[in-house]
């Protein structure tokens, strides 16, 4: 398999730290930990004290290989953000590696706190985004070839799907250091405790045997 160059990769995913979303850093480096005596708490995450930070604190290595794409969705998307990638924290950015066999869906999802930019390596996506209420929900849609690049306005629905009949890549760069997802169908129908049927019928207009139904199947999460 064929990558693009390095230099092409960063440069369309640099953008991401030009917007960045999450509040600007008060030092350097601030290094995640889990040890909670020796770090300061910053952003959600305790920080290591800077001294003790060493070059591995800044290497993710988890997109070096495909990601497992055997699920019911035949897709898996990899995550660099802070919780993965403890060198991001405070910075603002994280990225995802996405893997589709052919018709492999990354559902429709958002990140409630990041907007994503996402260039396809290989292979062709359709990929698209369903705007607000106040935009009259507008599905903005386009079907991507090896190159071409794509955003995803923070928190609005959208997904990608693999069309071609070969494996597709992709990376994403997201304007968090946890931008968070959450898959439409699974938060809907797979909450628990479940979500009353009365409010699912009356919002979707249909039978509670479909609600029921819709409830009982298993939600994949390919993230």
């Not at 991507?144 to 071609?164: E, S």
Request: overall charge neutral.
């Amino acid at each position: 398999m064929k990558f693009l160059p390095n230099s092409f990769l960063i440069l369309a995913l640099a953008a991401t730290t030009a917007f960045a979303y999450d509040p600007s850093p008060l030092q350097d480096i601030c290094v995640a930990t889990k040890d909670m005596n020796s770090g300061v708490f910053v952003n959600g995450m305790f920080c290591k004290d800077p001294k003790q930070a060493t070059a591995d604190d800044f290497v993710f290595m988890g997109f070096r290989n495909p990601g497992n794409t055997s699920n019911p969705l035949g897709s898996k998307v990899t995550p660099a953000s802070v919780n993965e990638f403890a060198g991001l924290n405070t910075l603002g950015i994280s990225m995802a590696r996405l893997d589709f066999v052919p018709g492999g869906l990354n559902p429709p999802h958002t990140h409630p706190r990041g907007t994503e930019v996402l260039v396809v390596v290989e292979g062709t996506l359709l990929v698209g985004f369903v705007t607000s209420n106040q935009l009259n929900n507008t599905l903005f849609t386009k079907v991507l070839y090896k190159g071409d690049v794509f955003v995803f306005p923070i928190g609005l629905i959208h997904f990608q799907l693999n069309i071609g009949n070969t494996y597709a890549l992709a990376f994403a760069g997201l304007s968090s250091q946890n931008p968070g997802v959450i898959t439409i169908a699974n938060a809907v129908f797979g909450a628990k405790p479940p979500i009353s049927d009365d409010v699912l019928t009356k919002a979707f207009q249909v039978d509670k045997k479909v609600v029921d139904y819709l409830q009982a199947q298993f939600w994949y999460d390919n993230n």
